[in-house]
């Protein structure tokens, strides 16, 4: 059993609240527009990282992260990107890539919009946490945390926390 937080687009800020969130998890995901380096460090020293590259993010981020992973967590194969789309309007790339691996999860972000999605037709589950950072048009701050029991996702939570003004 793993317990995993999700996040995404922070843009080169971690809110405080991250790590009080984050506290039990066994492992984080970034599904990109990390920021810089310093922010992926500083998520890396607090807990194992998992990341992608995303849209914003300079050659130094790109050079230490993918723009996709596949991986496999306890008997749930996982794909993340940064740029994927949602059940219904994947990006074509991504649909094929979805058809073709065939993985139990999809994780990505860029939309800044929180959705965690069933895919009856391809079978997975799609979760993007929103955005984790200060930057951005989202009202909401937002993460996810979740456990992987076998191939079951369970126990999901939410963080949502309102986003100050600019």
């Keep these: ?51 992608v590259h995303g849209n914003i993010d300079d050659h130094i981020v790109r050079l230490q992260y993918p723009e996709d992973l596949f991986f496999q967590v306890e008997d749930m194969q996982v794909y993340m990107t940064h740029i994927g789309g949602y059940p219904g309007h994947y990006l074509p790339e991504v649909r094929y890539i979805l058809e073709e ?29 929103g955005a984790a950072g200060k930057s951005g048009f989202h009202k909401m701050i937002t993460m996810v945390r979740f456990t992987i029991d076998g191939k079951e996702c369970k126990d999901m939570e939410i963080f949502e926390k309102v986003k100050a003004s600019n």
């Design 101 to 129: 691996k065939k993985p139990q999860l999809f994780v990505c972000g860029h939309s800044h919009i929180l959705k965690v999605i069933y895919d009856h037709k391809l079978n997975l589950l799609h979760i993007n946490p």
């Design 1 to 51: 059993m793993k317990r995993i937080g999700v996040i995404s687009d922070t843009h080169g800020t971690i809110i405080p609240q991250v790590f009080s969130f984050f506290k039990d998890v066994d492992e984080i995901w970034h599904c990109g527009d990390i920021g810089n380096i310093e922010t992926a460090e500083q998520l890396e020293a607090f807990k194992p990282l998992r990341a």
